[in-house]
């Protein structure tokens, strides 16, 4: 059916087992990172159809990549690619502070080309959904997103975007453009505050965001939960109150919450309300998907079992 299509770079992450200094680590979890296909893993996990497209290398890391996708419930395209598979390694220093390394500049998932976007398969889509983590990529990969994203507004595929800002990959200054342009055409975005401060001047980032153009904004906000104007209703929803583990991947849980839901014609406050249950219940398991709810998951969570 008319499920989500995502596109962008999946890695292999190994995330330390317990807390401490990387040389302190007795050993690691072997895991799956990449924003787009996290939301992927989320979409599926919650009963929805969701495909990930992205290049992965001849290494025994891409094969695992792609079957560990598929396991998942994610219909996966993995374009194969000379180079190597990308890799994170990723280390909880203390409660409160992660240290992640990327080794992934000129991998296979970076290479992504316009070549790659699947016209068909977007026209097909129900909702078409980018990052900018890959417009950080490489120029030819953020030619690939832009070109998805004009593919589906001309063919009337809704377009979701999570602006999803890394610091290591490029400046605030060289993301402002590209970040704003990305925003403007799309008509869901998701933000964290600090992201919108970077190209959106105004105090409130739910309204800067909006001017640009998307019909639903949703700026999410972590323990402090999420404020969204969606077809011009403002929405505010708390957070849930949950023992956090390991914040890595929430802001996906709470994307793909919230996509699950729209794909379905949940109303706005469901979407949200599910997105935030997702966000929580991510943050309570240790990995980068690992922690991504199904739907049963979520019953838990409000039934409280959580706690026991
Ligand atoms: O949202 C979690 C992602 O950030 C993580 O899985 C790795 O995609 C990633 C990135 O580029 O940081």
Same mark, same amino acid.
């Given at each position: /059916?008319? #499920?989500?299509?995502?596109? &962008? ?8 087992? #317990?807390? /401490? @200094? ?19 893993? &989320?979409?599926?996990?919650?009963? %929805? ?45 203390? /409660? ?9 500049? &000129? ?18 889509? #129900?909702? !078409?959904?980018? @990052?900018?983590?890959? @417009? ?51 008509? !869901? ?16 980032? !739910? ?10 904004? !949703?700026?999410?906000? %972590?323990?402090? #939960? ?60 240790? %990995? ?15 039934? &409280?079992?959580?706690?026991?």
């Amino acid at each position: /059916g008319p #499920g989500i299509l995502t596109l &962008g770079e999946a890695m292999g992450i190994f995330v330390a087992d #317990g807390i /401490g @200094t990387l040389e302190s680590a007795r050993g690691f979890t072997l895991g799956v990172a990449g924003a787009e296909s996290n939301v992927a893993v &989320g979409v599926a996990r919650l009963g %929805g159809a969701a495909t990930w497209l992205g290049r992965i290398g001849p290494d025994a890391m891409g094969a695992l990549i792609a079957s560990r996708l598929r396991s998942f419930g994610v219909r996966t395209i993995a374009i194969p690619d000379d180079a190597f598979t990308g890799l994170m390694i990723r280390f909880q220093r203390s /409660g409160q502070f992660i240290h992640a390394d990327y080794h992934r500049s &000129g991998s296979a998932g970076s290479r992504l080309t316009v070549a790659d976007v699947p016209v068909a398969e977007i026209e097909a889509a #129900g909702i !078409v959904h980018v @990052t900018g983590i890959t @417009t950080a990529l490489s120029d030819t990969a953020r030619a690939a997103v832009f070109h998805a994203v004009e593919t589906a507004r001309s063919a009337g595929v809704p377009v979701s975007v999570d602006v999803n800002y890394r610091s290591k990959l490029w400046s605030r200054f060289d993301a402002a453009p590209v970040l704003r342009d990305l925003v403007s055409r799309a008509d !869901v975005v998701f933000a964290g505050p600090d992201e919108a401060a970077i190209f959106v001047d105004s105090p409130d980032p !739910v309204e800067g965001l909006a001017k640009l153009g998307p019909s639903e904004v !949703v700026v999410k906000d %972590g323990a402090r #939960g999420c404020v969204a104007l969606i077809d011009g209703v403002r929405h505010e929803v708390p957070a849930l109150p949950v023992t956090a583990v390991d914040p890595v991947g929430a802001g996906d849980a709470f994307v793909a919450g919230y996509l699950a839901d729209r794909q379905t014609g949940a109303a706005a406050l469901e979407r949200l309300r599910t997105a935030i249950a997702a966000g929580a219940f991510a943050v309570t398991v240790p %990995g980068d998907c690992e922690g991504l709810p199904t739907r049963a998951d979520l019953a838990a969570l409000s039934g &409280g079992d959580i706690n026991r």
